[in-house]
């Protein structure tokens, strides 16, 4: 068999990988604490799974409109014009099943060969793998630690060009925990609106920030004709396994995802979107709880990694996972990971599963329980110490 030669570009997402080789030690017998995956522990809430009961049984099982179902795109309308400050229309709203299509059908609609694309590093690997995938051009901006893992903004100037044809921002930010602040926000921008570039600002982890006010680049004077807001149910209502999320884009960017969503998934499930209309429109006080306690988690796990040998670990301000610095180990970061894994019981990703300026770091999620994460870091010592005594 013939393989497209695009296929040779195509990435992966590591969370995963690391993932199935932690459930085949377990099989072996092996316990394994998670921290690689970014999936909240917590239930969806039972309200919203009662609606998508009441939904089947009221069959509401067949197809619906390839942009997702008018009571919902009404909702979400509804919800982005309050949350961001803005006026949202409808038909400015496409739903999608998760959040990954809206960076998939964006590239796809507006990057052709050759065209370069900015985006974050490290940062989401999906973004990097869909602009290879399409031919694009990658032009990484680093996320620094001693900024706060902030856009290198000078960096940023200089790169931009008429070349670009996207920038991709990501805040609170995966894997850092990094939060773009309003001033950088702004400057990002400017730029845009000089060179009438498109934004994706994926906020999929908008709910996750625990200093601060949410800003959305969509927000600024002139930005909402210029962005596509990414957004979901996945992270904040722990709807992983639904399959649910949506863009907010200028009409004409709508029309061309919605013909995209004809020719890949046809429609959302018509009794999932139904349960999206009860996440936002009823109670939120799960999602409160939820972020409250993922901030008492976050304290705990840093306190931990900071008393670990060769480990530094700034206080993320949003998302759910942490980053911390073991360059001092003087090990790569995989390899770091492999032996908390085969040796510790402890899944964990590479920083450079991020892109290469992850080089030195480790993402764990803090989106497991308080005796796990004690656990954690308690198998994690002795593996540490080792290390630091042959560096």
């Known amino acids: 068999m013939n393989f497209a030669e695009r296929m040779s570009r195509l990435g992966t997402e590591s969370a995963f990988e690391v993932l199935a080789r932690a459930r085949a030690l377990e099989r072996q017998g092996r316990e394994i604490v998670h921290l690689e995956i970014g999936e909240p522990d917590f239930d969806t809430p039972a309200h919203i799974k009662e609606a998508a009961k009441r939904a089947l049984d009221a069959g509401h099982t ?10 919902l795109r009404e909702t979400i309308a509804a919800h982005v014009s309050q949350t961001r400050g803005i006026p949202v229309s409808p038909e400015e709203v496409v739903v999608t099943p998760g959040a990954k299509p809206i960076m998939f059908f964006t590239i796809l609609a507006l990057v052709n060969r050759g065209d370069e694309v900015m985006y974050p590093n ?33 960096l940023f100037e200089r790169k931009v060009s008429q070349r670009t044809r996207l920038i991709i921002i990501n805040s609170p ?4 925990g990094g939060v773009l602040e309003r001033e950088q926000l702004e400057r990002v921008a400017e730029l845009a609106g000089r060179w009438k570039i498109p934004v994706l600002a994926d906020e999929i982890y908008r709910h ?27 992270k904040a209502y722990a709807m992983t396994g639904w399959r649910l999320g949506y863009g907010v884009m200028p009409v004409p960017l709508a029309e061309h995802v919605t013909r995209l969503m004809v020719n890949s998934a046809s429609c959302t499930a018509t009794f999932v979107q139904l349960a999206g209309v009860a996440a936002l429109e009823g109670d939120q006080s799960p999602v409160a709880r939820m972020v409250a306690e993922f901030k008492r988690r976050r304290d705990l796990i840093v306190d931990g990694l900071n008393k670990l040998p060769g ?18 180990l003087r090990r790569p970061a995989g390899q770091i990971a492999d032996l908390l894994l085969n040796e510790a019981g ?45 560096a």
């Open 122 to 154: 490290p940062g989401f690997p999906i973004y990097e793998s869909m602009i290879n995938f399409v031919g694009g051009v990658p032009v990484p901006i680093p996320l620094r630690e001693e900024t706060g893992f902030g856009f290198d903004l000078d």
């Open 173 to 176: 930010q995966n894997p850092t």
């Open 311 to 328: 480990v530094s670990c700034r206080s993320p301000r949003g998302a759910f996972y942490v980053f911390p610095n073991v360059s001092a």
């Open 346 to 390: 402890v899944a964990a990703l590479s920083g450079t599963a991020f892109g290469q300026y992850g080089e030195g770091y480790l993402r764990l999620s803090y989106a497991n329980s308080e005796a796990n994460l004690r656990k954690a870091l308690d198998r994690m010592r002795p593996v540490l110490e080792g290390l630091r005594a042959g």
């Open 62 to 71: 067949h197809y619906g409109p390839a942009a997702g179902l008018p009571e």
């Open 208 to 234: 996750f920030l625990y200093e601060g006010e949410f800003a959305s680049i969509a927000s600024l004077p002139g930005m909402k004709a210029h962005t596509i807001i990414l957004d979901g149910f996945s």
